[in-house]
């Protein structure tokens, strides 16, 4: 074959890779250099032991993370986790066994039997969000956040202002134990975030989730039932975070209300800040886990430098902001490419 007839590749082009792939690289280059700032400004950040505490500090948001993952990957949203969160630690406390009756009027039960009635709450949470979103038609903006309302109702409900502090053995375990040191909860965070990485990544249920984000009449052309997909993810968004609920009352030391409140920004901001797609169809776990390690480290430096406390709300709330703002460039930039191709 003559030179002449070889076929000619596509130059490759820096700009072009850079515009398709923002999303990923400026989470990244956050990440590094948030690490760096910290590291230099307070040398208590630069400890094994306080990498662990960013890790514990994380693994429960990164379970409900994970849900909110599979969510904003079919373009949907759901704004009930924490909520949900909060109303199924309760639940569990509720149904378990209480050595003070004066702090939680509850249906005493054993510990295994309120755990499995406890999944059972945030399924049935997650399966009537469903229902409403793919059947009736409610946008899933706006049936989360009713069922953000009932979850709180339930909330309010049942503890009535008052603290539980009593939770089955196997979730006190999971929630607060160790095992040679290592925080159970960050193994549990690691298997979930491991789990969803190999079920979006290998499995066809992960494809038709990315292919219901990424084109959804498509989808339907090619036989996806994304009714089906959208009432799945939104079933798993309620398990995910009704899990975390339980882990988190263990991991707190008590059930009460508005327990989980700050864990709803947490969560978006995680899953946003790591580069999905708010729009659906890109992005997924290893982007999360960024986004999960930005947020953990902000965070934690910020408590080992000496600035304003109120000052850390201001810069939490601007790093949210930059990362919607590139969110929004970076698909803006892939659709302009895509039509100049």
Not at 16 to 30: D, E, K, M, V
Not at 33 to 40: E, G, M, T
Not at 143 to 159: D, E, K
Not at 179 to 193: D, H, K, M, P
Request: hydrophobic letters at 55%; aromatic letters at 10%.
């Amino acid at each position: 074959m003559t030179d002449a007839a070889k076929p000619i590749g596509k130059p490759f082009d820096p700009m072009h890779f850079l515009r398709n792939q923002l999303r990923n690289i400026a989470p990244l280059i956050t990440l590094i250099a948030l690490f760096v700032f910290f590291s230099v400004a307070s040398p208590s950040f630069m400890t094994l032991d306080n990498f662990a505490n960013i890790l514990a500090q994380v693994s429960l948001t990164s379970i409900i993370a994970v849900g909110l993952t599979f969510v904003i990957l079919t373009g949907e949203i759901d704004l009930s986790v924490a909520a949900v969160a909060n109303a199924i630690g309760i639940v569990m406390a509720f149904f378990t066994l209480q050595p003070d009756y004066a702090n939680i009027q509850n249906l005493p039960m054993p510990g295994p039997v309120a755990v499995i009635l406890a999944l059972a709450a945030c399924g049935l949470l997650g399966l009537v969000t469903a229902f409403g979103v793919t059947r009736i038609g409610i946008p899933s903006f706006i049936m989360t956040l009713a069922m953000m309302q009932i979850a709180a109702g339930i909330s309010a409900m049942l503890v009535r202002g008052q603290i539980a502090y009593k939770f089955p053995a196997i979730i006190q375990v999971l929630g607060s134990g160790k095992y040679f040191g290592v925080r159970w909860l960050i193994v549990v965070a690691v298997l979930v975030l491991l789990i969803a990485h190999l079920v979006l990544t290998y499995t066809r249920f992960g494809r038709y989730v990315y292919m219901t984000g990424g084109n959804r009449d498509a989808a339907e052309y090619s036989g996806v039932n994304v009714k089906f997909i959208v009432g799945a993810v939104l079933v798993i968004s309620a398990m995910l975070s009704g899990f975390s609920g339980m882990l988190g009352v263990a991991y707190f030391g008590s059930a009460q209300q508005n327990q989980f409140d700050t864990f709803l920004l947490d969560a978006i901001a995680a899953v946003v800040v790591g580069g999905t797609s708010l729009f659906g169809g890109r992005g997924g776990i290893g982007n999360t886990i960024i986004g999960l390690l930005v947020l953990g480290i902000l965070n934690n430096g910020l408590d080992h430098v000496n600035i304003d406390s109120f000052l850390k709300i201001l810069i939490r709330g601007l790093i949210l902001l930059i990362a919607l703002i590139i969110n929004v460039y970076a698909q803006k930039m892939r659709d302009s490419s895509a039509a100049t191709d």
